[in-house]
Nanobody
Framework: QVQLVESGGGLVQPGGSLRLSCAAS????????MSWYRQAPGKERELVAT????????TYPDSVKGRFTISRDNGKNTVSLQMNSLKPEDTAIYLC?????????WGQGTQVTVSS
């Protein structure tokens, strides 16, 4: 069974940093592009970062570009999201995502709260 488990969320002050991790089991991630999404209360789920299978290319929306960095360690079967210069509007549940054939595989999410 394929599972994605996120960790690293928490409460941080505006301007602070957090590093999220996504660990996979039941699958070897090296063959797949991976993404991070976020879901804030009352808002649609938003794509915040994508990385190709070998890690040679990344994409970000303008809302996080220059502040967030996605990376992967295929040897450890993990994907990370480094978040810097956090803003209150970054508050959300952050979810790891994998498109596996016709299936959408999501982690359970980790809460990030940016507040003073």
């Amino acid at each position: 069974q394929v599972q994605l488990v996120e960790s690293g969320g928490g409460l941080v002050q505006p301007g602070g940093s957090l590093r999220l991790s996504c660990a996979a089991s039941g699958i070897t991630l090296r063959s797949y592009a991976m993404s991070w999404y976020r879901q804030a209360p009352g808002k649609e789920r938003e794509l915040v970062a994508t990385i190709t299978s070998a890690g040679e290319s990344t994409t970000y929306p303008d809302s996080v570009k220059g502040r967030f960095t996605i990376s992967r360690d295929n040897g450890k079967n993990t994907v990370s999201l480094q978040m810097n210069s956090l803003k209150p509007e970054d508050t959300a549940i952050y979810l790891c995502y994998l498109r596996l054939g016709y299936r959408n595989v999501w982690g359970q999410g980790t809460q990030v709260t940016v507040s003073s």
